[in-house]
């Protein structure tokens, strides 16, 4: 069975600081990762994914991610951080077989905030 | 613009009483899936759909019927044997060869 889990619900910032998002995952073969975002109230966007090409993955909004297969892990980076980026963050995991569903399989999400 | 439309956005029920969640997508996605969002705890599958006519339960389906007679639609009925209804649900569509779920916007659902 596949999990995953992000350590830390609530990361605090200060604007112009790098953000980091720490996401840890268990699967018994490499999984695809994702990498979502919430605003309140609205659906989950996209940020990145990786699906086993490079392992240093970018996505929209200046974020990034690296895969590390010996760590398990896909964290989420940005050099510097904007007041927009206030938000709510899901790592998920999904299987890589063919004809599988593909469902996800979400962490509980961290709460970025962004400090003037 | 093709994308996934979830109505209403808000939506009130008294204790004992059905109600159906709507989702569209004009997507020509073949998988459609459902989620339920409480806070600090993430996503959880609730039904998925991999082609119209066929859905499976996902990790929290008591309670809770869908159907999927059409490609486009997905509707989600929260029946009065859920327990605890009050959440914020998600759709979510998925194409072939597409690794990625696209989200709606959510539906917003209050027991009173």
């Known amino acids: 069975a596949q999990s995953v889990t992000q350590l830390g619900s609530h990361v605090s910032v200060s604007e112009g600081a790098l953000v980091l998002l720490r996401c840890n995952y268990s699967s018994s073969v490499p999984p695809y990762l994702f990498w979502y975002v919430q605003y309140p109230n609205q659906g989950l966007q996209l940020l990145l994914k990786?699906?086993?090409?490079?392992?240093l993955v970018k996505g929209i909004n200046g974020f990034e991610a690296e895969f590390k297969k010996s760590e398990t892990s896909f964290h989420l980076t940005k050099p510097s951080a904007h007041m927009s980026d206030a938000a709510e963050y899901f790592c998920a995991v999904s299987e890589r077989s063919s004809g599988s569903a593909r469902q996800l399989t979400f962490g509980s999400g961290t709460q970025l905030t962004v400090l003037p | 613009d093709g994308g996934i439309t979830q109505s209403p956005k808000y939506l009130f029920r008294k204790e004992g009483q059905n109600v159906t969640l709507s989702c569209e997508q004009n997507?020509?996605?073949?998988?459609m899936y459902w989620y339920r969002q409480d806070p600090g705890q993430g996503l959880r599958l609730i039904y998925y759909?991999?082609?119209?006519?066929?859905?499976q339960k996902g990790d929290i389906a008591e309670g809770y019927s869908v159907s999927r007679e059409k490609k486009e639609s997905f509707p989600l009925t929260v029946t009065s044997a859920q327990k605890n209804p009050t959440a914020f649900y998600l759709c979510?569509?998925?194409?072939?060869?597409?690794?990625?779920?696209?989200f709606g916007p959510g539906t917003r659902l209050t027991v009173l």
């Open positions: 990786y699906t086993s090409a490079a392992t």
């Open positions: 979510a569509s998925r194409g072939g060869g597409v690794n990625e779920q696209f």
């Open positions: 997507l020509n996605h073949d998988a």
């Open positions: 759909s991999q082609i119209v006519n066929d859905f």
